[in-house]
Nanobody, 122 residues
Framework: QVQLVESGGGLVQPGGSLRLFCSATGSFLSVNAMGWYRQAPGKQRELVAT???????NYADSVKGRFTISRDNAKNTVSLQMNSLKPEDTAVYYCNAEVHRWVGIVLSAEYWGQGTQVTVSS
């Protein structure tokens, strides 16, 4: 079983910073791409940032220059440093990872964390 455990959400004032953290735990061979998505009330879930195991990153236009994604391949963790936060960044943030498991063959599957609330408000 694979689990993604998130932490780091909370309430912050506009212009402030937060750091989200996600750890992949369980039995698996390796973790490929990892990323963060978010879902605001009444809206669809959207990509925030992704990072490959080689370190290539991709960001939503709305967060470029403000958010930074990073990972520790040895620990199977991914972080999202969020600076200059805006009220429109308010959402539930979800960690995502593509994980390779051995089940007689190598099986690749996508996993999601439980979500962590980020609220930007004065």
């Amino acid at each position: 079983q694979v689990q993604l455990v998130e932490s780091g959400g909370g309430l912050v004032q506009p212009g402030g910073s937060l750091r989200l953290f996600c750890s992949a735990t369980g039995s698996f061979l390796s973790v490929n791409a990892m990323g963060w998505y978010r879902q605001a009330p009444g809206k669809q879930r959207e990509l925030v940032a992704t990072i490959t195991n080689g370190g290539s990153t991709n960001y939503a236009d709305s967060v470029k220059g403000r958010f930074t994604i990073s990972r520790d391949n040895a620990k199977n963790t991914v972080s999202l440093q969020m600076n200059s936060l805006k009220p429109e960044d308010t959402a539930v943030y979800y960690c995502n990872a593509e994980v390779h498991r051995w089940v007689g063959i190598v099986l690749s599957a996508e996993y999601w964390g439980q979500g962590t609330q980020v609220t930007v408000s004065s």
